[in-house]
Antibody, heavy 118, light 111 residues
Framework: QVQLVQSGAEVKKPGASVKVSCKSS????????ISWVRQAPGQGLEWMGW????????NYAQNLQGRVTMTTDTSTTTAYMELRSLRSDDTAVYYC???????????WGQGTLVTVSS | QSVLTQPPSVSGAPGQRVTISCTES?????????VHWYQQLPGTAPKLLIS???NRPSGVPDRFSGSKSGTSASLAITGLQAEDEADYYC???????????FGGGTKLTVL
């Protein structure tokens, strides 16, 4: 069965970086892209960007350009999202999702809580 | 840039039918992009409920249905059950962003 399993919760200080992993299993990793979505406490869903697991092409949300980098490791079928220069308003649950043809997430990771606090 | 607007909350009694609207503020819908719906139970990840405007993934009860007409899409839930109490999000594609865009979410309360 398709599964996306994310790394555990993180606590970071303002200005630091965080790297969240998303390990995929149960399907051919390079056949689907991975999108990242975050959700601040009590807020809605915000799309962060997308990476092709086939050729590592990326597309990032404009408001995160320059601070976010998405990568993949096909040998371990794992996708990564690194966010730099963290601010308090980056505190959120971060989700990875398998990006299905048609532009939606059909399987999601369980989420990773990133808390940014001094 | 596309903006998807949902009502903040809807409610209904067990057994009733409720609908959640998702209205797009630009011509994005006119470009033919599909709308998808997710259910998010408290403390859990979003779960795909409807894809491609009206398609239910395997395992989603047929009490859930989706439709789209013009610049509006709707999610209908019939035979409301207590376990349907959750947040619901619509999502589409925004060509100006080259990425996903979400509605603000609708909290469904089962009375």
């Amino acid at each position: 069965q398709v599964q996306l399993v994310q790394s555990g919760a993180e606590v970071k200080k303002p200005g630091a970086s965080v790297k969240v992993s998303c390990k995929s299993s149960g399907y051919t990793f390079t056949s689907y892209g991975i999108s990242w979505v975050r959700q601040a406490p009590g807020q809605g869903l915000e799309w962060m960007g997308w990476i092709s697991t086939y050729n590592d092409n990326t597309n990032y949300a404009q408001n995160l350009q320059g601070r976010v980098t998405m990568t993949t490791d096909t040998s371990t079928t794992t996708a990564y999202m690194e966010l730099r220069s963290l601010r308090s308003d980056d505190t959120a649950v971060y989700y990875c999702a398998r990006d299905q043809v048609g532009g939606y997430g059909d399987y999601w990771g369980q989420g990773t809580l990133v808390t940014v606090s001094s | 840039q596309s903006v998807l607007t949902q009502p903040p909350s809807v409610s209904g009694a067990p057994g009733q039918r409720v609908t959640i609207s998702c209205t797009e503020s630009s011509s994005n819908f006119g470009a033919g992009y599909d709308v998808h719906w997710y259910q998010q139970l408290p403390g859990t990840a979003p779960k795909l409920l409807i894809s491609g405007n009206s398609n239910r993934p395997s395992g989603v009860p047929d009490r859930f249905s989706g439709s789209k007409s013009g610049t509006s899409a709707s999610l209908a839930i019939t035979g409301l059950q207590a376990e349907d109490e959750a947040d619901y999000y619509c999502q589409s594609y925004d060509s100006s962003l080259s990425g996903w865009v979400f509605g603000g979410g609708t909290k469904l309360t089962v009375l």
